[in-house]
């Protein structure tokens, strides 16, 4: 399943394949899984230049080499970096390492101490250039969207990548509305947390079975088809092992009910609006 990737984006898998930390999985491993992914529509791959100091991007542009028109791209240059020149040069360091010659979206990995103007400055001055396509922001709270929209102007900013998970909804409040309300879509980074999905036996591991069970699914694709379940929403877990890709690729065809959705609201309720955006 495919839809718009913010205002007038080209259309990207929802579900798509992060690379956080893939760089400690054995390479032939990691490789192997992202082309699966890739083989079952899984098209959206994220990395970053801060991801193992590089590594993987590289291991990202070999899985891609010889399909990279297949794939939408995106990357993240570090708030250090994001200096208008600095972020010019990371591009190029970036494009280098994956292989490519442009990305298709590109990131302010989180705020820096770098004005937002120098970082969109750059941002603009790559997309004329066609080394990247489009670019956004990540760990964005509403009140840095709301200068990112004043300097960029509608249409500008293609995504906000921000912490997502069945047991952090805290963008539920006021982040995902803004996106929905601006155009810009939303990526969920960490979509089953970090080492903390629900086990089998507890409460919440418990409902997410009943409902896997009932649409012939696994929990972990019950819990992406959930937090996709809103328009402006993609997801990119990591998998490392090609079982995993394909395990993650069978959320797209997965359509939950108002029941099923009632269910985990409650199993996992939103809870108040924190001070501050979560972040990892």
Known sequence: MERAFGQGGQRVSVIGQGSWNI??????AAVAALRRGLDLGLTHID?????????????VGEAISGRRDAVFLVSKVLPHNAS?????????????????????????????????????????????????RSWGVSNFDVDDLDEALELAGPGRIACNQVLYH????AIEHAVIPWCEKNGVAVTAY????????????????????QIAAKHGAGPRQVALAFLTRRHQVFAIPKAARAAHAEDNAGA?????????IAA?????????????????
């Open 23 to 28: 760089e400690l999985s054995e390479r032939k």
């Open 47 to 59: 990395t970053a230049e801060m991801y193992g100091d590089g590594r993987s991007e590289e291991i």
């Open 84 to 132: 208008r020149a600095g972020t010019r040069a990371a591009c190029e360091r970036s494009l280098q390492r994956l292989g490519t010659d442009r990305l298709d979206c590109y990131l302010l990995h989180w705020r820096g101490s770098y004005p937002l103007e120098e970082t969109f400055a750059a941002f603009e001055a790559l997309r004329e250039e066609g080394k990247i």
């Open 166 to 169: 069945l047991r952090e909804r």
């Open 190 to 209: 960490s979509p089953f947390g970090q080492d903390d999905f629900p086990e089998p036996g507890s409460a919440q591991g418990r409902v997410l079975a």
């Open 252 to 260: 797209l065809a997965l359509r939950l009910d108002e029941a099923d």
């Open 264 to 280: 985990i609201d409650a199993a996992f309720p939103l809870g108040r609006r924190p001070r501050s955006l979560p972040m990892l």
